[in-house]
């Protein structure tokens, strides 16, 4: 099967990814992709085609977005929010000469990017970082990315656990397995 073209991230960016459990995703399908920045959420702009096969990806679709997909898609947005309130506050209680554009969460938590207009300032940089640091913290996104790939125990997703009851009414473990952390 070839690869979707799909748009991702904040800006808009375009790839061709492949899907991880070879369904051909319609036009306009909310997809969660696995870029090289980590987990993100994506559109399908084009279904595969089979003469594309030499191209090279820029990752996989790992699944159709989900009810609990969306619900995290609203907590990251408000931390977002936050975050982008608190870097300006941050940048003007310092008179630091930067201009915010917008902020970006991805969706496994693990990145948190900061978009300026124009040439970035060091003290911008430093205080970017402490940011994100804090954010990493105060939304326990480490957590969150922990059990999108470990699962919150042994067998989390897998078909054993589920059987004997353990995963079943999980949210965590459904969207770990829904990512393939299957074990």
């Known amino acids: 099967m ?16 492949v899907a991880a459990d070879a369904v051909c995703y319609p036009r306009n399908s909310r997809v969660i992709v696995r870029s090289d920045r980590g987990l993100e959420i994506g559109v399908v702009l084009a279904g595969p085609k089979q003469s594309d096969n030499q191209v090279s990806l820029d990752g996989q679709i ?9 619900l995290l898609e609203a907590r990251l947005e408000k931390h977002r929010h936050d975050a982008f309130t608190a870097c300006t506050d941050l940048l003007s209680q310092q008179s630091v000469p930067a201009v915010l554009m917008d902020v970006e969460h991805l969706f496994d938590g693990e990145g948190l990017f900061f978009y300026f207009l124009g040439e970035v300032p060091a003290e911008a940089e430093r205080l970017t970082e402490q940011l994100a640091g804090v954010y990493e913290t105060k939304v326990e996104f480490r957590k ?40």
């Open 62 to 70: 790992l699944r159709r977005m989900t009810v609990e997909d969306d």
């Open 2 to 17: 070839g690869s979707h073209l799909v748009r991702y991230s904040l800006l808009g960016q375009i790839g061709r990814f």
């Open 144 to 183: 969150f990315a922990e059990t999108l790939t470990e699962g919150c125990g042994p067998g989390c997703g897998t078909e054993e656990a589920m059987g004997q009851g353990g995963c079943e009414s999980c949210t965590s473990c459904a969207v770990a397995s829904a990512c393939g952390s299957k074990k």
